[in-house]
């Protein structure tokens, strides 16, 4: 599709387990600062199961329209089925602006979609903005272990597609009076035919609260020394209402799942705060956090490289200062009511 | 069966130089090795050949003539063959022009059953190729695989690794499978397959050999380019307190985490 002949911003909601994910909320904050420099609108697409209660939320958090698919079909993710639905409302609205979650729901999809399209797809933004002349996303995202950013555009092709990183943003203030425009899509039923087949999901209760999807990283390595002493990071994680991450040492010792990896063969993250605990700061760990908003630092090594990248740091043993952190914070938390 | 297995080759990961006004990088100057994720990849493909028998591994790679190197690694850990797609008209491409020559080449090569890709390059980290191969070829894609329960009947039985749990899902064959790191333990090659593989032919192929129009593949087939590049400064002097009293450096970071409005 051309430039000229495309108009509008979408945002590509989640729905997990029948409810609304709230990287749906996240992408409208993305959207709408964009929406507004080019004055043009701001949807929601959402598919899903038995979802059309929730989607007056959606305007509340910044949603002008929302498009909707609702469909037993939906249920599950079944990427074709999905992929096809999104190619069709693609070709039919013609937005000029498609931006989605780098989840492992949005970096299946988008390139798929994108390569149905034959449009560009910039992947795991941090930042967005856009050129209002020239009417240009510029896409800026770590690349190469988080040493460089690079800011890159699609010039001549529509949609411009992006995928930007869970949790680098907030959503905006809810404003219950904000509304807009539903509109309910329907398809016939050979959309919904799939080379797939849904069968089961397991809940991992480790992973509960995502590493990818937690404002707050409280991350272990060799340093905690022993896989039982990782309680103590649950325990604070509790407390912050966190996760807890890992460095590769202290996955391969099998101390945690390899979920929890953080860093260049784990995962890339961005919270509001992380805390390395017993970890040296190697470069490829680095690779996973640095772009973190505040970073502090437990190591018993005064040299450890993780004192460079962090905004505050305790030169001690872990294992001594986790036990007085945890109850201090306890503390703190009772007396907040 | 026959199974392909796409491998990358990228900057050894400590060291890598990026041209400033071009966007792209350095490579020549520096050292390069097999993406470390796609050692997955060749070792799930392995294994499924040991499982089944009767089956075809082969390699399939995009890059200058020095990733070579790269299907030269992948072979002694039981490929059976190698390709390299190499044409000065392949270079700058985007994730969908990468995905484009590399779909071609998989045409050219034959039927395959089964593909399988890393989960991302640690150069590039879009992970954005592996499906996009799978949709230009007109076949599904599953992505975060975390292990491969079973194939029959043409039908491949997987679980994925997602947000909070595993999913299992069944796809139709032929297919292509993105797997995580968690999926296996790669072998180390020994010595002999190693020098085997020095020796092994592996043929390079152009643009006019898998049938790709110069504008399709390279910079001139990418809808993204990059148009600025800096490096982010990592280091953030902040203040490093020497513990002599556990107490009170507690009380200090509870201190800072206020002030910072983590509580
Ligand atoms: C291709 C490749 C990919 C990689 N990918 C990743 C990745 O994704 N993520 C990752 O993390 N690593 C990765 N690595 C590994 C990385 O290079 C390091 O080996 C790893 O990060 C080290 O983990 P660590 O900091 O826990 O262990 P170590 O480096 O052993 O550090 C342990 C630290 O704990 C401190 N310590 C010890 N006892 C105590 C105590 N009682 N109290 C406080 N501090 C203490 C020590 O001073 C030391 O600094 C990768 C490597 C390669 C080659
Ligand atoms: C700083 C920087 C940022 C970039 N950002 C983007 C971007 O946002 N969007 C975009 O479209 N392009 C981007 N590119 C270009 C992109 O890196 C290249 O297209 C690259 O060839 C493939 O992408 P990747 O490294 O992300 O691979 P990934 O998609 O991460 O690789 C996943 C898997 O695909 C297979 N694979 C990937 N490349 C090859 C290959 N050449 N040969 C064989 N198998 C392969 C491997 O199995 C690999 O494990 C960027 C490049 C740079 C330098």
């Not at chain 1, 909320?25 to 004055?39: C, I, P, Q, S, T």
């Not at chain 2, 749990?165 to 297919?175: H, R």
């Amino acid at each position: 599709m051309l430039p000229n002949e495309c108009k509008g911003i979408w945002t590509i909601g989640e729905v997990r387990n029948g409810e609304i994910n709230p990287v749906s909320y996240e992408l409208l904050a993305w959207g709408r600062k964009l929406a507004d420099k080019l004055e043009i609108e701001l949807s929601s697409i959402i598919l899903g199961n038995g979802i059309k209660e929730e989607l007056t939320e959606l305007f509340h958090f910044g949603a002008d329209v929302v498009y909707a698919v609702d469909h037993a079909k939906l249920e599950h993710f079944l990427p074709d089925v999905h992929a096809r639905i999104y190619e069709a409302l693609v070709k039919e609205y013609k937005p000029e602006i498609i931006i989605a979650s780098a989840t492992t729901y949005g970096r299946t999809v988008m390139p798929i979609l994108a390569a149905k399209l034959g449009t560009g797809l910039t992947a795991d933004c941090t930042e967005l903005d856009v050129d209002v002349r020239e009417r240009i996303l510029l896409q800026t995202r770590p690349a190469i272990g988080g040493n460089v950013m690079a800011t890159i555009k699609t010039p001549a092709h529509r949609p411009q597609m992006s995928t930007v990183r869970p949790r680098a943003k907030k959503p905006l203030t809810i404003d219950n009076s904000r509304n807009g425009k539903i509109i309910l899509k329907s398809y016939p039923p050979e959309f919904y035919k799939s080379k797939y087949r849904w069968i089961s999901f397991e809940k991992d209760e480790s992973v509960a609260s995502p590493i990818q999807e937690s404002d707050v990283i409280v991350a272990g390595g060799k340093g905690m020394k022993d896989g039982g002493n990782f309680k103590m990071l649950y325990d604070l994680a509790k407390k912050l209402n966190g996760a807890v991450g890992a460095s590769r040492a202290a996955v391969d010792m099998g101390w945690i799942p390899y979920s929890h990896q953080v860093g260049l063969s784990g995962k890339t993250l961005s919270p509001r705060f992380y805390m390395a605990v017993g970890i040296s700061g190697a470069v490829q760990h680095i690779a996973g956090m640095s772009s973190s908003e505040v970073v502090v630092a437990i190591n018993k090594d005064p040299d450890a490289a993780i004192f460079k990248v962090s905004d505050f740091g305790i030169v001690g043993d872990a294992l001594e200062i986790l036990p007085v952190l945890i109850k201090k914070l306890s503390n703190e938390v009772n007396e907040n009511g | 069966m026959k199974i392909a297995v796409l491998v990358k080759e990228v900057p050894a990961t400590d060291k890598v130089k990026m041209d400033e006004k071009t966007g792209t990088m350095i490579r020549s100057e520096m050292e390069s090795e097999l993406n470390p994720l796609d050692m997955y990849a060749i070792e799930e493909a392995v294994r499924v050949k040991e499982k089944i028998g009767n089956t075809h591994v082969i390699a399939i790679s995009m890059g200058p003539p020095q990733a070579i190197n790269s299907i030269r690694e992948a072979i002694p850990m039981g490929c059976d063959y190698g390709y390299l797609m190499s044409d000065k008209y392949f270079a700058g491409a985007d994730t969908l022009a990468t995905a484009y020559t590399l779909s071609a080449a998989i045409r050219k090569l034959g039927k395959f059953d089964l593909i399988f890709s890393g989960e991302r390059a640690t150069d590039g980290e879009t992970g954005q190729v592996g499906p996009s191969v799978a949709t230009q070829l007109g076949m599904p894609v599953v992505t975060y695989v975390s292990k491969v329960e079973k194939i029959s009947d043409g039908i491949v039985r997987v679980c994925r690794s997602v947000e909070g749990g595993k999913e299992t899902v069944e796809v139709e064959l032929p297919a292509l499978l993105s797997v995580v790191k968690e999926i296996n333990e790669p072998r180390i090659p020994n010595l002999s397959g190693k020098i085997a593989s020095k020796s092994k032919e592996i043929p390079l192929l152009t643009a006019k050999d898998i049938k790709v129009s110069s504008d399709k593949v390279g910079l001139s087939g990418s809808p993204t380019r990059v148009v600025k590049v800096f490096y982010p400064k990592l280091s953030r002097d902040g203040k490093i307190l020497k513990v002599k009293n556990v107490e009170s450096a507690v009380n200090e970071l509870i201190k800072f985490m206020k002030e910072r409005g983590v509580i």
